[in-house]
């Protein structure tokens, strides 16, 4: 592959980030909810999981662990824990 190749490919996965970040920000902020609410209940993660539907498990495989979504992901969460810093202290 040529210089070129390499950069509009590595350019193109960053455009692909930056559009996904909105979604993947929403999620993020969905999972720190939940976790908050698996902890009022009482549940550890692997319990929570286990109760959730098997449609919701697949969801959360699909978010977490896609390729694709891994930029998004990295930039989403390193938004949500610079937006909420103030928050937990």
């Keep these: 592959m040529g210089l070129y190749t390499t950069l509009g490919i590595i350019g193109a996965y ?5 559009i996904l970040l909105p979604v993947q920000y929403k999620y993020v902020k969905h999972l720190k909810e939940e976790d908050k609410k698996r902890k009022e209940i ?4 692997a319990e929570y999981y ?14 977490q662990g896609n390729i694709l979504f891994i930029g998004a992901n990295l930039l989403a969460t390193l938004l949500y824990k610079w937006k909420h810093k103030k928050l937990e202290y």
């Design 42 to 45: 009482g549940l550890s993660q």
């Design 14 to 18: 960053l455009l692909l980030s930056l």
């Design 50 to 63: 286990d109760k959730m539907s098997f449609e919701n498990q697949e969801l959360h495989y699909n978010a």
